[in-house]
């Protein structure tokens, strides 16, 4: 299994990322933003920072990358999985490969905390402990892309006590049709015991998962 | 090519919650200035844009508001100036 | 202007200006002269501080005398250093602690290390006043601006409220750092090799910073607009990246980050400590701005800015990596054997100065005599009293005491995924050392009035009250850095003060057993109402070499509490409490003295409990007394608690107040933790067992959903009114 | 009391680094949308501002924006508009 992590001049989580790729035994690369040969990864990540010092707003600038124009192509063609952590979250819905938007959190401030999450996901566990660190992650959505999310089952984490103010306590979306993740708490944060915490883990297995019965089937 | 300049100014769409307002009311009503001031935050730019016309500067300018300044789920923009140089 | 008028306008003294004269045995000429007056300025030559700074002990350090030093563990160096940005901040609090950031973080990447985490020790004025709450509320979000943008976790720090600071706050910043032993790299350049200045555009910003911050703050400095700069933490990140991946390149010699006096102070450093000449080229400096003039350019303070010395064969090498990185690059001169500094602008030689004139500048001595303050204030006695009921409510909705959730959730201290503990856990903040197995603990402290009442004792003191701050967790301590923040040294007050705590402070390092690896002084923190509490503030780095040894500072239900050490006693001195200050204003009395022996001996004995797994949880004895370890410790484990705290007639001091030497410990098996503190010979009392829901002691109880409701929230409270 | 309306535009001093506008240039040379733009950025706001009479309410303005909205250490503010509500 290979994994790509995309890296901006600005992230600063690739290589946390990397570590817990890596921990799962994955085969792991780093694609700077520049290029586009993004095929040959069966996951790739978003990973979280400050693309381009998240300057006008979180993920703008960064939707012009080369790698990021890329990933339509990457979505429709490859149909590998496409996770998009914090700052790659408000990268893919700046780039409107997930919809609606994110926005400054309703105090104002950036929060880091361990938050508790509601997962709605089958073979993982109801309830989780993720940190999240995000000075803008307020989801927000009209009513009807609202309305389309929740026909579509999208809302695969949810806040238990909403620290940012996002409609309807989102915290992150599953895409199932496209394979595109984006969350703005990060499980590659919980899965060195060392740190504390270790419910990141089921967030990997999962994926690793859902991709090694796709290796082995294509086998 | 002829070279413009221009200022934009990027605010909250009606009915989007503009938080950094709040906070600055906040701050006012601690500081006794002001007791309510419903203040609205939004972005200034200035930049140069450069077109072989008028008319084709100001549809770049368009583009760069769209797609960089703003973000229209959220965000209106306005061309408060925009001058030749 | 002429040169002679010139001097006294850049605040050169007639003395400073014979001496120069003496040196160079001619006149300076102007641009030398705004050289002099940088580098011969308090904030760059330390004129005051020097020749007191080397009493502290340095051996065991590594890198000791460069950008920042260090302690050995393992195949790996962790470097540290503290920094203010006290000056800058008080004039525009966001830019001021972002770019105070900046330039830690600076001085640990010149090392070659991986900046790993940031700590800081910030002081303001009373958080009900206006003007101190825009200051706070400015400065973390300026540390939470920066320090996030970078992916450098924050991960602990103090933060305290006292009127003393309220012109003058306080804001001093701490980078940790992780190299490989053998890729440390020095500031000292070899002749023969190329100058090449590697990052963002050299502007007119930072111009005259470091003699800014040699100066009293009046209304006056709120205009003093160039000497602040603005920080531009994305462009930092980059330049992280590049200068790490730079490093890494054999043929880079030395590296030198731009501080204070930017590219002077930077480059004649290099030259001094290589002890080779230098010819920079000054109209080769990529500039920000049009017409900027050699001493502009030399002066511009400029951020997120690097200098390396590379041989001939690396320079395209070096170029290529900013160029992936987009970085701006230039070959700005060449390292020489002619030994001089020398300064050319369009091929003209405009500055030709020895290395030495400039880096090392005078030396002078201080007042060292008593002030009568000293003997007035021990004397001074405490006589009012409170209902103990509402002094405990008191004491633990005090913003000194109350939780700093408000302050660090702001602040980014996950990400590396290296945080073993995290802010509000401990006493010192935990960072998972993955290369070597261990966990490095950090703690940044300070105890302003204690030092204050009396300077070389309240030294000591500091120190150990950093120290017991890491052994309490388990860790050891190994190396110390600082910033002595003072007011104005060339007052009598000031100048015993520091004297005398720098001796305490090293006499507390030498009976630790610890090296001084770094630090940084700050002086001129006092306006014409006003003058700062003498404040080092302590930055301890220490060590356990698996994360399994880490003692909690949490409580739990159904453990036994003992306090070990020192208990109060009648005639125990508690003088510089905190809640003499928070509930009357009272800062008097005299100190309590460190007994070192016992120090080392708790020290001891805490390790072996910690190696025999017979204590799970302890918490040192500091701010808040007796009452608040226990409360501490049992908020951490959202239990409660049942016993006795009192041991004398009065109360408050039983409870609230500070003395050295003691820790108050919790364990499942107290029979065999007692057995062994009388085997050993330690002084201890059993003080009670944890509960749920209660909280009661000495025939007091309490509202305990009340208590942690006030200490979680008084802060925030405060900000968000 | 009467009250009044007001734009505000806060920008950078002269001579100021603006990253954020040098983040925005960048990019756009980059994409290849504008090679030399030379963004500046600033902020906007709109507020409601009480006082007796205009001169009252403009003393107050200028308060609000020197001391909350801009600092005079690096910013430089332009009242762009005030009316009466
Ligand atoms: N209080 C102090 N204790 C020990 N060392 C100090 C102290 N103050 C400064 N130093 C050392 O003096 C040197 C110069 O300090 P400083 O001027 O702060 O460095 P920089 O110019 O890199 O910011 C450094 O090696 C620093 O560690
Ligand atoms: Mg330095």
Known sequence: MKAGIIVFPGTNCDIDTEKACKYFGWETEFIWHDDTELNKYDIIFLPGGFSYGDYIRAGRLAKFSPAVMSLKDYVKTKRGFLVGICNGFQILCETKLLPGILSTNTNTKFICEEVELEVNHDGFPKSVKFAIAHGEGRYIADEQTLQGIQAKNMIFLRYKNNPNGSVLDIAGLYDKENRIIGMMPHPERGVFSETGNIDGKYFFEMLNKALTKETVAAT | MKKYKADIIVTLKKGVRDPQGAAVDTVLKRTGIQEIAQVQTGKFFTLDVTGSDETNAKAKLDTICREVLSNPVLESYKVERFVEL | MKTMQLYKALGLTDSEYVEILKRLGREPNELETYLFSAMWSEHCGYKHSRKYLSIFPSGGAVSHGENAGGVQIGEHVIVFKVESHNHPSAVEPFQGAATGIGGIVRDILAIGARPIA??????????????????????????????????????????????????????????????????????????????????SHTGRDG???????????????????????????????????????????????????????????????????????????????????????????????????????????????????????????????????????????????????????????????????????????????????????????????????????????????????????????????????????????????????????????????????????????????????????YGNPEKDEVAYQFVKSVEGLAQGCKEAGIPVASGN?????????????????????????????????????????????????????????????????????????????????????????????????????????LFGAVFEGVKKANTGFIGNLISINDHEKALFGEITGRYVISTGNSLIVEEFLKLNGVSYRKLGKCEDKKFEFDGYSFDLAKLYDLYDNSIDLEMNE
């Open chain 3, 118 to 199: 940031l700590l800081d020790s910030l002081k303001f004025g009373k958080i009900t006043n206006n003007f101190s709450k825009h200051i706070f509320d400015g400065v973390v979000h300026g540390i939470s601006h920066y320090g996030n943008c970078i992916g450098v976790p924050t991960v602990g720090g103090e933060v305290a409220f006292d009127e003393a600071y309220t012109d003058s706050p306080l804001v001093n910043v701490m980078c940790v750092g992780i190299v490989r032993k053998d890729k440390i790299r020095s500031a000292a350049a070899e002749a023969g090799n190329v100058v090449i200045a590697v990052g």
């Open chain 3, 207 to 485: 111009i005259h910073g470091a003699s800014f911050a040699s100066k009293e703050l009046n209304e006056k400095s709120k205009e003093d607009r160039p000497s602040v700069q603005i920080g531009d933490p994305f462009t930092k990140k980059v330049l992280i990246e590049a200068t790490l991946e730079i490093l890494e390149l054999q043929e880079v010699q030395s590296c030198q980050d731009f501080g204070a006096a930017g590219l002077l102070s930077s480059s004649s450093e290099m030259a001094f400590k290589g002890e080779c000449g230098i010819d920079l080229h000054l109209d080769k400096v990529h500039l920000r701005e049009e017409g900027m003039q050699p001493w502009e350019i030399m002066l511009s303070e400029s951020q997120e800015r690097m200098l390396f010395v590379v041989k001939q064969n690396g320079v395209d090498k070096v170029l290529k990596i900013a160029e992936k990185y987009d970085i701006p690059a230039s070959i700005i001169g060449e390292t020489t054997t002619h030994g001089r500094y020398r300064l050319f602008w369009h091929g003209k030689n405009v500055a030709d100065l020895p290395p030495e004139s400039l880096a090392e500048g005078p030396k002078y001595a201080i007042n060292e005599q008593e002030p009568i303050y000293i003997k007035q204030y021990a004397e001074s006695k405490l006589t009012k009293t409170t209902p103990i009921k509402n002094a405990v409510e008191k004491i633990v909705s005090d913003p000194n005491f109350a939780s700093k959730k408000w302050v660090y959730r702001q602040y980014d201290h996950t990400v590396g995924t290296r945080t073993a503990i995290k802010p509000g856990d401990a006493g010192a903040a935990g960072i998972w050392i993955h290369e070597e197995g261990g966990v490095v603990g950090i703690t940044i402290d300070s105890n302003p009035r204690q030092v204050f009442l009396n300077p070389y004792e309240g030294g000591r003191y500091s120190i150990w009250e950093a120290c017991r701050n890491l052994i309490s967790g388990g860790f050891e301590p190994l190396g110390m850095t600082n910033c002595l923040n």
């Open chain 3, 521 to 625: 002084v700050s002086f001129y923190n006092e306006s014409p109402e006003r003058r700062v509490y003498p404040t080092p503030s302590i930055g301890i780095v220490g060590y356990v070499d698996s994360p399994k040894k880490m003692v909690k500072s949490s409580f739990n239900a159904g453990e036994t509490l003992i306090l070990i050490g020192k208990d109060i006693e009648e005639t125990s001195n508690v003088g510089g409490s905190l809640y003499q200050r928070a509930f009357y204003d009272f800062v008097g009395g005299k100190i309590d003295v460190v007994d070192a022996k016992l120090e080392l001996q708790l020290k001891k004995i805490l390790f072996s409990l910690r190696d025999s797994g017979f204590i799970s949880g302890c918490v040192d004895v500091s701010e808040g007394g």
